[in-house]
């Protein structure tokens, strides 16, 4: 039993009122910053720690399976998370809430962007809340490291994925199939040095499930009707098409910028392996070059608008779309134009990820029991230490330094890096942010106060700083 009085009911998975997990997913939903390693460490800590909603293995099960997937994985985990709770609505609910405060957050900031092209008074408003996410990733990056490396081969695969992607800049996805790879080879020739009688009794134990006509049909179903439901808007747009006499005005040149939008970004939508920084350039360097949706350098505020809303990274790409549509309205009000435009994005970008997780999520649940694919996902469970450190230092560097450089120490020719990390300019540290990640972290740590007054209290001393600095 919980500490919350709800009732584990496979030892793994607790039976909750779906009205108090709607609560729950909302508070994580406004909450969720940091990236990804603030939102899957903010979930660790409220879902495992403080309710005891799930048990360890089974967090560490999904978000396994959700780094493997394109997409926001902090997203995916939150939809296979509510999935395992309360089946289909659960995971509709838990993917949702996670994603529509920080939808409605850039929603308003796009509009004052757009109108005003002003960001500059939003590091004052969130300025001690990172501060303190940083002291929250922390905290949950020592808790899963405890718990998931368990073996001195995972720390060697915990190590070298972290210097695979500080280092050599390794993509994201290659990282986490070659830790995978490994876990399952060991334990293969593990199983070879097994006398013959334990591998038989081992095997009856942990057998393949069975998969009928029955239960391959059904995942197909399911995955064909969310691609239907993914889709869906473009039967809407595909019809709309701008007055004549507006064509010629278009800063795109398009007769129907939201049906490129839609189709463009469904496309980016299975191919984001790695977070938003995976496809930012690409974005950037089609939105500005061919469909000139945005001017040279905007992608850049609107990553700065991100990374100060809750929510996956990726809503910058709703930033992109809400400026398509503002500028290119057709034959609607600008502002309506890109509230369109930014919907059209996150339906595209964040539908897939109800996709993966509805289809694909059974079947892993059925493989759970199987040693082979245990073995690999506990390695890629290490591999993910390794990922999340080397997100919670490239955060930390970006909220205690005011510049962050990289160093190369070797180059394979005309100056390609081959070996080059992240390096901050010391001179650029802000005091004041690493005074408030070092109270954050007292009051996490040794005082244990509860996260949410933490961030509050860090939030508001942020706001104090920056608003007396600029009355000065």
């Known amino acids: 039993m919980s500490v919350d009085g709800a009732v584990m009911a496979d030892d793994s998975v607790a039976s909750v009122p779906l009205g108090e997990a709607v609560r729950v997913w909302a508070r994580i939903g406004c909450l969720s910053f940091g990236g990804p390693a603030g939102q899957i460490a903010l979930m660790h800590r409220t ?87 940083l002291a929250v990733v922390v905290e949950a990056l020592l808790r899963l490291a405890r718990r998931a490396l368990k073996t001195r081969v995972h720390y060697y695969i915990a190590i070298a994925s972290f210097l695979a992607l500080f280092m050599l800049n390794a993509p994201f996805p290659i990282v986490v199939i070659l830790a995978g790879l490994t876990g399952f080879a060991l334990h293969r020739y593990a199983s070879r040095k097994v006398p013959a009688e334990a591998v038989q009794a081992r095997a009856s134990q942990r057998r393949l499930p069975v998969f009928t006509t029955h239960t391959v049909a059904r995942p197909l179903l399911v995955l064909v009707f969310w691609i239907l439901v993914w889709q869906a808007p473009l039967l809407f747009v595909r019809n709309l098409e701008a007055p004549a006499d507006l064509i010629a005005e278009t800063l795109s040149g398009e007769t129907n910028v939201f049906g490129a939008l839609f189709i463009f970004f469904s496309k980016m939508a299975v191919i984001t392996f ?36 809750p929510g996956p990274l990726v809503l910058v790409l709703c930033f992109v779309g809400f400026l398509a549509g503002y500028r290119n309205p057709l034959f609607m009000a600008p502002l309506l134009g890109g509230a369109l435009g930014a919907a059209l994005v996150a339906w595209a970008t964040f539908v897939p990820s109800f996709v993966w997780i509805f289809a694909g999520a059974p079947y892993i649940e059925k493989l759970r029991n199987n040693a082979a694919l245990t073995a690999a996902l506990s390695a890629i469970t290490a591999a993910v230490v390794g990922v999340i450190l080397n997100l919670s230092l490239w955060f930390g560097l970006h909220v205690l330094f005011a510049e962050v450089g990289r160093i190369s120490l070797l180059s394979r020719g005309a100056g390609l890096p081959v070996v080059s990390f992240a390096w901050p300019q010391w001179a650029t540290l802000d005091i004041a942010a690493l005074a408030i990640f070092v109270i954050a972290s007292i009051l996490l740590f040794y005082v244990k106060m509860g996260m949410v007054k933490v961030l509050g209290l860090s939030a508001a001393a942020g706001l104090a700083i920056k608003g007396a600095a600029l009355l000065l």
């Open 274 to 309: 790695g977070g938003a920084y995976a496809v930012l350039s690409y974005v950037a360097q089609v939105a500005v070059g061919q469909y000139a949706w945005l001017q040279p350098g905007e992608m850049l505020d609107g990553l700065a608008l991100a990374e100060t809303t």
């Open 47 to 133: 879902i495992v720690d403080e309710k005891r909603w799930i048990s360890e293995d089974r967090f560490l099960h999904a978000l396994n399976y959700c780094m493997l997937l394109p997409g926001p994985e902090a997203q995916q985990l939150a939809t296979y998370i509510g999935w395992l709770m309360h089946g289909v609505r659960g995971g509709i609910l838990a993917g949702l809430l996670f994603i529509l405060p920080g939808f409605v957050v850039m929603l308003g900031l796009s509009a004052l962007y757009a109108v005003f092209q002003e960001t500059a008074w939003l590091p004052a408003l969130f300025f001690g809340l990172k501060a303190a996410v």
